[in-house]
């Protein structure tokens, strides 16, 4: 199954009470790094990497729009990207 495909599954399904959309989110977060991570296969340079993050972040994008439009809209459009930047363990990696 494609990232976007996963993301919008988790998204539709979803309640839309607060504690739902908290696991939802941690879900759709936790499949956008899975799906990091069998696309990068080990491979580590930076160039990849940030070509991967990228990818996930545009389909993250991508994704928080189509549920914004069937008014499922709980996650920010720029959410993984706002994730990524707050933790410190990924400083460095910009979109």
Do not use: H, Y
């Not at 988790?10 to 069998?38: D, Q, Y």
């Not at 340079?45 to 996930?56: L, M, Y």
């Not at 709980?74 to 930047?85: A, D, H, P, W, Y």
Request: hydrophobic letters at 40%; a negative charge.
């Amino acid at each position: 199954m494609f990232l976007d495909d996963e993301l919008l599954m988790l998204g539709r399904n979803c309640e839309l009470t607060e504690e739902a959309i908290r696991e939802c989110v941690g879900k759709m977060i936790n499949v956008s790094f899975a799906n990091l991570s069998n696309r990068l296969n080990g491979n580590k340079d930076d160039v990849s990497i940030i070509a991967g993050f990228k990818r996930v972040n545009k389909t993250w994008q991508m994704v928080a729009e189509k549920l914004d439009k069937e008014g499922r809209g709980f996650i920010k459009r720029n959410g993984f990207q706002l994730f990524v930047e707050s933790n410190p363990e990924f400083w460095g990696i910009f979109f």
